[in-house]
């Protein structure tokens, strides 16, 4: 009787921790989510606020740039546009786990407003509403992706791993047909970051969910939070830039 009362006590109280982890682990994805989310807002604010101040309409309806737009996309200052969201990653990604949680969060929203400010080309090159779709269809995909990932029980690393190899082919391919600007090779390239980022989304959630110890404390978790989110940003932003690629109607 003592030993069905032991087994019964231990049972107990494997469960409540198993709870625990399962509430622990919920409250931080939900915080990775959620900074992510906020990163994407804040991108798409800055990206459509530099491009309305950058053009204005004329009496026929032609889009003019701007004495900002000018500035912006057509002096030198445009190489700074094009590459500050760059030296932004690097800083945060080497510096993160040197800076408190707060910092970490700021360089995210700072990192996050350049390459809104970056994006705002889209919209010289787009029509607004293909923008528009195509972003929904990339959040309905990237929802359903990183759920998989959430919740497979299968192990990602081999696709995680083969899908690194391919993104690395795609730049390649990329820098070669800046020479080449072949049609039939971009429209290949945009297929291939599609399918890589929808690899790597899965995957880069299955391991942001492991990177989870209910033993952490509150800094470790929140730059481990931070990361998360700006891994999960950068699968979101490519497999939006290429699907616009393919789906998107130019102005």
Request: net charge positive; aromatic share 14%.
């Amino acid at each position: 009787m003592a030993d069905l009362r032991n087994y019964q006590n231990h049972a107990q109280a494997g469960a409540q921790a198993s709870a625990a982890i399962d509430q622990g682990l919920r409250a931080y994805m939900l915080r990775v989510y959620n900074l992510m989310a906020l990163g994407l807002v804040i991108t798409g604010i800055a990206a459509y606020g530099i491009f309305t101040a950058s053009v204005s309409g004329d009496a026929s309806g032609q889009v003019q740039l701007t004495q900002f737009g000018q500035v912006m996309y057509a002096s030198p200052l445009k190489w700074l546009v094009m590459f500050a969201p760059l030296i932004a990653f690097f800083f945060l990604a080497f510096r993160i786990n040197k800076m408190s949680v707060a910092a970490a969060q700021t360089a995210f929203w700072v990192y996050a407003a350049l390459t809104g400010i970056s994006l705002s080309t889209i919209f010289l090159v787009y029509t607004g509403q293909s923008v528009v779709q195509t972003f929904f269809i990339t959040a309905a995909s990237f929802g359903a992706l990183s759920l998989y990932g959430y919740t497979t029980k299968r192990d990602l690393s081999a696709m995680g791993s083969f899908m690194v190899i391919g993104l690395f082919g795609v730049i390649i391919a990329m820098i070669v047909n800046i020479f080449l600007q072949s049609s039939a090779l971009g429209f290949a390239i945009s297929v291939l970051g599609v399918l890589i980022f929808a690899g790597l989304t899965a995957w880069d959630t299955q391991k942001i969910k492991e990177m989870y110890y209910e033993g952490d404390g509150h800094e470790v978790a929140g730059r481990k939070a931070v990361m998360g989110a700006l891994t999960l940003y950068l699968d979101f932003i490519n497999m939006f830039l290429f699907m616009l690629r393919l789906l998107g109607n130019r102005n």
